[in-house]
C-alpha cells in the first residue's frame, strides 16, 4: 500500500518527546506528529495526550526531501464545533456594543490565534525550543558521521 500526503493512516505511538510523538505506520514506516498537531486546543505536554502503545488515526500532510514524514492527529478528524456565538456575521462586522451585556468588549474573539501577549510569547517559546532541540538533534547527528566532536 503507496501513501502519500493527504492520506490517512492507522499507526501505533512508538515514542513520545516534548515536541511531539514518533508514530509506526504500515510497511515499517514511521513518521513524526509534531506537538502542535495532535489536538485543536493547546497541548502543553504531549504525555496529557498521548502514551507509547496507543493507536492512532492520522494523516499524512507532508514528505520532505529526506523522506522524513511528518503527521497530523487532529486533521485526521473533524475540527471540534464552535460554541455558539463565537462566529462573525459575513463580512466580518460586530454587532454594536461588541455583543457584550453593557456595550463593552474585550476584543476580537481569534480562536486560532493567541489573544494576550503572553499567550503569543508562549507559542512564539515553544516553537522555537522546537526548532533548538531539532538543530541540536540534527547537528549532534552530522558531527557523529564526520567521526566526533571539533
Not at 35 to 47: G, H, L, P, R, T
Amino acid at each position: 500500500m503507496e501513501f502519500g500526503v493527504g492520506s490517512i493512516l492507522e499507526g501505533k505511538v512508538t515514542g513520545l518527546t516534548k515536541f511531539g510523538a514518533f508514530v509506526s505506520l504500515p510497511e515499517g514506516k514511521s513518521g513524526l506528529v509534531h506537538i502542535s498537531e495532535i489536538a485543536y486546543s493547546y497541548v502543553n505536554d504531549v504525555k496529557d495526550y498521548l502514551k507509547e502503545g496507543q493507536e492512532v488515526k492520522v494523516k499524512v500532510i507532508g514528505i520532505d526531501e529526506n523522506g522524513r514524514i511528518n503527521l497530523s492527529i487532529k486533521k485526521a478528524m473533524d475540527p471540534p464545533p464552535r460554541p455558539a456565538g463565537q462566529g462573525r456575521p459575513m463580512g466580518g462586522a460586530r454587532p454594536a456594543g461588541g455583543g457584550r451585556p453593557g456595550g463593552f468588549s474585550r476584543g476580537p474573539a481569534a480562536p486560532r490565534e493567541p489573544a494576550s501577549f503572553e499567550d503569543k510569547l508562549k507559542q512564539f517559546m515553544q516553537a522555537s525550543d522546537s526548532k533548538l532541540s531539532e538543530l541540536h538533534y540534527t547537528e549532534k547527528r552530522s558531527s557523529n558521521r564526520r567521526g566526533g566532536r571539533k
